[in-house]
Nanobody, 127 residues
Framework: VQLQASGGGSAQAGDSLRLSCTASGIDFRSTAMGWFRRPPGGERTFVAVIGWNPDTTYYTDSVKDRFTISRDNAKDTTYLQMNSQQPEDTAVYFC?????????????????????WGQGTLVTVSS
């Protein structure tokens, strides 16, 4: 299994960035995909998850009205569109595959609910 994340970089407050994560070695269409982030000196925390049904999404409160998670099953890729970025969004962003479960909601914010991880992509937002 490989997850290749890309799209990170530097941005100014208020700018937008889109992260991509392309998967291989998994049945992408039946896998829920998540994004986590680890700020400088902090822990890895949940950002968003999208189910095999793309209408099923969950977000952490701090990004709910600014970030959008989506997926393109034809490309085995999930995206995180980040709008109105703020300095507190500065972090290394990771994509991950969620363990199989009938409900995407099941422990969706827990790091240990995800079994494969990408290498991370750095996003730096300056004020």
């Amino acid at each position: 299994v490989q997850l290749q994340a890309s799209g990170g970089g530097s941005a100014q407050a208020g700018d937008s960035l889109r992260l991509s994560c392309t998967a291989s070695g998994i049945d992408f269409r039946s896998t829920a995909m998540g994004w986590f982030r680890r700020p400088p000196g902090g822990e890895r925390t949940f950002v968003a998850v999208i189910g095999w049904n793309p209408d099923t999404t969950y977000y952490t409160d701090s990004v709910k009205d600014r970030f959008t998670i989506s997926r393109d099953n034809a490309k085995d890729t999930t995206y995180l569109q980040m709008n109105s970025q703020q300095p507190e969004d500065t972090a290394v962003y990771f994509c991950a595959t969620k363990r199989q479960h009938p409900s995407v909601a099941f422990h969706h914010a827990r790091v240990d609910e995800y079994n494969y991880w990408g290498q991370g992509t750095l996003v730096t937002v300056s004020s």
